[in-house]
């Protein structure tokens, strides 16, 4: 049983920067695939960001493309996004997931782990 916890989320001003945490503990973190998704009141959980096992390839949405930036940390079992240039729209509930499969999953329900959650909130 993998357990995730999220960390690093807060209130800042439009253009500023925040880095997300997510630390893993119960099982082999370097197994997983990991992803970040956000959520926001009345709207599916949204893809923000995965990177893959092994080759740490990444993988982005379109809407956080050039500003957010994804990695891991396998000797820490933490994740990180880092991201610039925060939007009012980035506005969410940052949850990190994890599957253990070579590429990440775009597809909340396709992951085998999820966090609690970490709350973004950029004003304008």
């Known amino acids: 049983q993998v357990q995730l916890v999220e960390s690093g989320g807060g209130l800042v001003q439009a253009g500023g920067s925040l880095r997300l945490s997510c630390a893993a503990s119960?099982?082999?973190?370097?197994?997983?695939?990991m992803g970040w998704f956000r959520r926001t009141p009345g709207k599916e959980h949204e893809f923000v960001a995965g990177?893959?096992?092994?080759?740490?390839?990444?993988y982005y949405a379109d809407s956080v493309k050039g500003r957010f930036t994804i990695s891991r940390e396998d000797a820490k079992s933490t994740l990180y996004l880092q991201m610039n240039s925060l939007k009012p729209e980035d506005t969410a509930v940052y949850y990190c997931?994890?599957?253990?499969?070579?590429?990440?999953?775009?597809?909340?329900?396709?992951?085998?782990?999820w966090g609690q959650g970490t709350q973004v909130t950029v004003s304008s």
């Open positions: 119960g099982g082999a973190f370097s197994m997983y695939s």
């Open positions: 997931a994890a599957v253990r499969r070579p590429l990440p999953s775009r597809t909340w329900d396709e992951n085998d782990y």
């Open positions: 990177i893959s096992w092994g080759l740490s390839s990444t």
